[in-house]
């Protein structure tokens, strides 16, 4: 896992990114923050009281000389922001309710990035994913072209390195979702070097062995994902072992492009994306990084509120890699 990490900050040196963290006076905020900026690879940007937060982080004895702080009751161009908000939320909310909105740490760090004063945005240390993507799905919103964002976890043992989706966001998604999914779960695979991405679209079934509205929907997704795009390997519905297992693959499934070479998978729900990442992650040894949420038009990531100060580190290098694809 190191190696893929190192590789990022590799991509990153130089690149001159800047990431918001609204929960400004967190101490494992804090901590990352400063590791960040004394290595050089993104400049954090803190969100909060200005005072309290360099207060803070001297209890810490952490330099934050290389970071910016921003407190959104006192930032200079914050009538910028509010004409920004107002005409993005289209008719939405007026100037005086874009006032309040926008002391909203997670409001306001999302405008930072919508507006290009930073490139992406990672919360969630303190508050819920929906208080995180909230702002995000209103102001950012997803890429032409997709209706949803999701969430996938990159898998990493030694030197296997598979992605898992959508294992986040969506309970139940229909076949256009699931399409969705396989295409932008390809790019993210990229993304970390996961080359060339093979997508399996996994079910209960294999090739038609079950016969169901589920399966049905996962079958029409494959077509509608090749439709979306035509060079990218996606195959289904399969059972996990013949998606993964070349020889069960040769006996299930013969005549699939994919053969038991799977490295993207994507789940047919929330339920089964969870429940599969868990168990690769406590029964398998795997390493679990994420959620990576995909599909919006500038990089969001949201944190789990008993994240450690490495995992702020790890998912803030992911979100500058992820704006560097923009």
Known sequence: MSDLFEGLKAKLTGQNLRIVFPEGLDERILTAAGKLAADGVLTPILIGDIEQIQAKAS???????????YDPANFAMMDELVAAFVERRKGKATEEQA????????????MLVYSNKADGLVSGAAHSTADTVRPALQIIKTKEGVRKTSGVFIMVREEEKYVFADCAINIAPDSQDLAEIAVESAKTARMFDVEPPRVAMLSFSTKGSAVS???ERVSAA???????????VVDGEFQFDAAFVPS????KAPDSVIMGNANVFVFPNLEAGNIGYKIAQRLGGFDAIG???QGLNRPV???????SEEDVYKLALITAAQALTK
């Open 59 to 69: 209890d810490l004895d952490v330099s934050l000389d290389a970071a910016e702080i």
């Open 99 to 110: 006032r309040k909105i926008l002391l909203d740490e997670n409001y306001f760090g999302t």
């Open 213 to 215: 509205p589920e399966t």
């Open 222 to 232: 494959v077509a509608e994902a090749k439709l979306r795009d035509p060079l990218l």
């Open 248 to 251: 069960v693959a040769e006996k």
């Open 291 to 293: 959620p990576i949420l």
């Open 301 to 307: 990531n949201d944190l789990s509120r008993g994240c």
